[in-house]
């Protein structure tokens, strides 16, 4: 989140109440703008097609559209978002603006190409209408997009024109399709999807917009430049990988079960599971926002300082204090983090659940909230672990945390579902985001009573970049540039 934290101490410098509200307010809009946006388009154009007495088939068509949108992009996208942000925070600090700008349009060339591959292969031999399978991949490959100009808003300070852009963009998605349902004699599902495409392209467009006017157009700027980054940062390739097949791979799996439906021979989905899911893990959009204005107003600091010690030559005991003030303020902004988010837990777990008895949702359904409440709160835990081992470059223990989680989520599903079927479903999930957070917390206390080893000691004496396909192939490209010096 490298530049947020700029814009955020300033406000928090205030020491005002309209300060840290706005603080907070900027912090929400950055971390979760786009999944907010998204899921407001969805719950309007769903209370259109309530007022409208839509046919179920149709409207089954548009959150069948929707879920795979949203599942497989990120899917597809996390990864290299991942390896993207590590090379915007060398261009940062290098100051090679022209590089960031250009290595969007080679990171998105690379996801859209992907994403073509993929939209043919699914819709192979799929009984869709054409229109409707453009518009879905059109879904998918803006979702493409947005998640990976998403990394570099982070440092756009300008967030007044984000925040119109993603007003914008959802009231003209919400009123393009209210418009094709009461003007048209289309089919309500690729109405409700074409009002959805035209309001995301509105904030691409928007997004764009704010990324040029603060960094500037890409210029001479080396699109591909950033390729040697994903050899020598393959592990956080990984890692956002599997913390993202970790997510939602209980919801593939019980596609495959008894709660599950096909709609227009393409989209295999279980609506109650999916849409029970979304809930529960809006309840963490809390903890995104907390961690972010702690790590940077708070955390960073402290980091700063310690890591200003060693490299400026400070003593021993200069080195060590550092250390222990940074690890003071880990586990109390972590401690901190978590009981700001169980609080609105709380809160999601009491009004939720008298929410979805007023839908008429039934007990089965209610008790899997519940569940999934709490599986959400640890899985938002485990991933702020994760990330504060990234700070540290401690790849490795990152990724070993997120492979078990994973694999905790693999193993415990599939056991669940042979022998439980869909009385396991939400509590296996339960079960290894709970035993992934223990892991997590286990393995960061080790290596923060070991920080000095593994700064001083776990790193290579001569370092020597990783160059494997991706090094290559940038060299091909690039045959004049050093591509030794970090692809900087």
């Known amino acids: 989140m490298a530049g947020v934290g700029f814009e955020l101490k300033k406000l928090f410098r205030a020491r005002t109440a309209a300060g840290k509200l706005k603080a907070y307010s900027w912090s929400l809009i950055i971390t979760t703008g786009p999944f907010v946006l998204l899921a407001s388009m969805v719950l309007f154009i769903q209370l259109l097609f309530a007022w409208l007495a839509v046919p179920e088939s149709q409207s089954d068509l548009f959150i069948g559209t929707t879920v795979y949108a949203f599942i497989f992009s990120q899917l597809l996208a996390s990864g290299f978002v991942a390896v993207q942000s590590r090379y915007l925070a060398d261009c940062l600090s290098e100051k090679k603006y022209g590089d960031m700008t250009a290595s969007l349009f080679g990171v998105q060339a690379i996801l859209l190409v992907l994403g073509a591959l993929a939209g043919l292969i699914f819709y192979a031999g799929s009984p869709l209408p054409w229109p409707d399978q453009l518009l879905g991949y059109l879904f998918f490959s803006e979702l493409l997009l947005i998640w990976s100009q998403g990394v570099y808003l982070t440092a756009v300070r300008r967030f007044k024109n984000l925040i119109w852009g993603y007003l914008a963009g959802a009231g003209i998605g919400v009123a393009v399709a209210a418009v094709l349902l009461f003007q048209t004699a289309l089919p309500a599902g690729r109405c409700a999807t074409l009002g959805v495409v035209c309001g995301l392209g509105v904030i691409v467009l ?23 980054y994903l050899d020598r940062h393959w592990r956080v390739f990984l890692e956002a990988c599997c913390y993202s097949l970790a997510l939602f791979l209980p919801n593939l799996l019980i596609w495959q079960g008894p709660w599950s439906q096909v709609t227009a021979g393409t989209y295999r989905f279980a609506p109650v599971y999916d849409v029970i899911t979304c809930y529960a893990f809006i309840s963490i959009l ?16 402290r980091y700063a300082v310690y890591f200003d010690a060693i490299i400026h030559k400070g003593n021993y005991r200069d080195i060590e204090d550092a250390r222990q003030v940074l690890l003071f303020t880990i586990w109390y902004e972590l401690r901190k983090v978590m009981g700001f988010q169980f609080l609105f837990t709380l809160l999601f777990l009491a009004g939720g659940t008298y929410v979805l008895n007023l839908a008429n949702v039934d007990y089965e359904a209610s008790n899997l909230y519940n569940i999934l409440l709490m599986a959400a709160f640890f899985t938002g835990v485990t991933e702020v672990v994760s990330i504060l081992f990234l700070y540290f ?14 694999g905790l989520n693999l193993v415990l599903s599939g056991v669940g579902m042979y022998f439980f079927s869909t009385d396991s479903y939400g509590f296996t999930f339960f079960l290894a985001s709970g035993a992934a957070l223990f892991y997590g917390l286990h393995s960061l206390s080790r290596f923060a009573d070991k920080l000095n080893y593994y700064i001083f000691c776990g790193q290579p004496v001569f370092y020597r970049p990783r160059q494997a396909l991706m090094t290559k192939i940038c060299r091909r490209l690039y045959p004049e540039a050093d591509t030794e010096k970090g692809g900087l």
């Open 393 to 406: 470059d401690a790849q490795p223990e990152s990724l070993r945390l997120m492979a078990l989680f994973l």
């Open 286 to 301: 809390p903890l995104r926002t907390m961690f972010v204005v702690s790590a940077e107003t708070e955390f960073y600091d």
């Open 206 to 228: 928007s997004l764009y917009l704010s990324i040029f006017a603060y960094f500037g157009l890409p210029g001479q700027g080396r699109v591909f430049w950033f390729l040697p």
